[in-house]
């Protein structure tokens, strides 16, 4: 985990819970976000996993992105295998690992890009395996159910939790930074401060930029 760069005592530290697909690239931006909001406010992030795999089950979609999330199982159940052995605590440098390859590197997802991104972690290859297996899956969807739970089934990835409020988003691009971070945080603090908010939304007009 990311430490805060801002003086404060524990007390006064905000929580942020994000659940994440390591395959997905708008979820990918909102993280790099929130470790950029770690440096400028008094937050910590908590790291949590969701499956889009998951999310899309018997639903009628296009088949090559049905053909995506068949071969997105198998980093969220290494990132399930690395939570169950060595605890959460793990999951923010794993995924970042895994997302910089996937995403920045263009690099495929394969098992050895698992490998080097669990290396790169500090975590053991091993773990790699379970990418194949569906030993993990029940905790998997156990994970994924939580954050469905927060905000509801018509959403996607990444979801924020944010006090005792969660949402889908903010879906942003590129991911601001510094100040600019913050001020995104305060704003989303703001709403999810607000009794019956629940959604803000225009289309989107870029893809996702990663920097």
Known sequence: MTQTAVDTDEQDIAYADMWFDPACPWAWITSRWLLEVEK?????????VMSLSVLNEGRDIPQDYRDMLDRSWAAVRVCIAAEQRFGSEVLGPLYTALGTR??????????ETLRAALAEAGLPEDLAAAGASTEYDEALRASHAEAMKLVGEDVGT?????GDVAFFGPVVTPAPRGEEAGKLWDGVRLVAGTEGFFELKRTRTRGPVFD
């Open 40 to 48: 400028v406010r008094p937050v910590r992030v908590r790291w949590h």
């Open 102 to 111: 996937f995403h920045n590197k263009k690099e495929p997802k394969t098992e």
């Open 158 to 162: 990444p979801v924020v939790q944010v």
